[in-house]
């Protein structure tokens, strides 16, 4: 399996069928990040920005941003 990956972190994708819509969240870190695409390239697009809005209001609150868990 492949993951959707963007710097140090991946995304946990679902696909909802009846919304005909993709819902992901950055996985291996307590913080909650999730975003929303209808395709995949909207998706990816999407994965980018919710990193980069995440490292954002990290530095803005000064907190460090959670580094994806390795195992």
């Known amino acids: 399996m492949s993951a959707m990956r963007h710097k140090s972190y991946a ?6 069928d009846e919304d005909g ?3 992901g969240k950055i996985a291996g870190i307590d913080d909650v990040v999730s975003f929303h695409a209808t395709n995949v390239g909207d998706l990816r697009a999407a994965f980018r920005e919710a990193v980069a809005d ?3 209001t990290c530095a803005r609150i000064g907190k460090p941003p959670q580094k994806a868990f390795s195992g």
Request: no cysteine; glycine share 0%.
């Open 11 to 16: 995304a946990h994708i679902e696909y909802d």
């Open 21 to 23: 819509i993709f819902h």
């Open 54 to 56: 995440y490292m954002a």
